[in-house]
């Protein structure tokens, strides 16, 4: 088949660019995708298609890019098609303010008053104290990562009790308030597929 044939079954003119292919192919990989329709061979069929043209656009591009530079077109393998979504943003740099020495000294006793009440089961008081210490170093990652850990804990202590739907509460604001921390992300996304929730 030529390449424009895998331009149009991804719903796309000959020459779109890479971003172009990229997008599309994943906004259509979503709908099709087994995970979604499980049981319907056609969508699947569809998939593998969509998958393909993807495939042989991207080594394409990378064929051509190379000869343009000059390199050999061994040298850039294309990527691995993934159906994943795109990972979020880098964080935007912001300049921390320097806590106190005040501050400094209610951030560590804070921290050890925290991790008293995870060791101990206690989630409700470790919660409200970990956002009353967020309210007051907004900026600190160390603080929001506190926050997102102890969120974490308790979603997955009211997994271990069957509180299916709490436990998801808890589980995605604890991703909503360190998206960028790829381990806790990882794990939350362990245990919402211990919930049977497909996060593609």
């Not at 040298?75 to 979504?85: K, L, N, R, Y």
């Not at 069957?162 to 921390?181: C, F, G, I, V």
Request: glycine fraction near 4%; charge should be positive.
């Amino acid at each position: 088949m030529n390449i424009a044939y895998y331009y149009r079954l991804l719903g796309l003119k000959p020459g779109a660019s890479f971003a172009e292919v990229k997008a599309s192919y994943r906004r259509l990989a979503r709908v099709c995708h087994p995970d979604v329709n499980p049981g319907d061979g056609q969508a699947k069929d569809k998939f593998i298609e969509l998958t393909q043209a993807y495939e042989i656009l991207l080594k394409q591009m990378s064929e051509v890019t190379d000869t343009e530079l000059g390199f050999e077109t061994f040298s850039h393998p294309a990527p691995e098609p993934t159906v994943t979504p795109p990972p979020a943003p880098a964080p935007r740099k912001v300049k921390i303010p320097p806590l106190s020495p005040q501050d400094r000294v209610l951030k560590q006793s804070s921290y050890e008053q925290l991790r008293e009440l995870l060791k101990n089961k206690r989630f409700p008081r470790a919660i409200a104290l970990v956002e009353a210490l967020r309210d007051r170093l907004p900026f600190d990652p160390e603080v929001r990562q506190w926050q997102a850990i102890t969120y974490q804990s308790q979603g997955q202590h009211l997994l271990k009790q069957n509180q299916s739907e709490k436990a998801l509460l808890y589980l995605q604001k604890a991703r909503r308030t360190d998206p960028h921390n790829r381990r806790l992300c990882l794990e939350i996304e362990q245990d919402l597929n211990r919930l049977g929730i497909n996060t593609f």
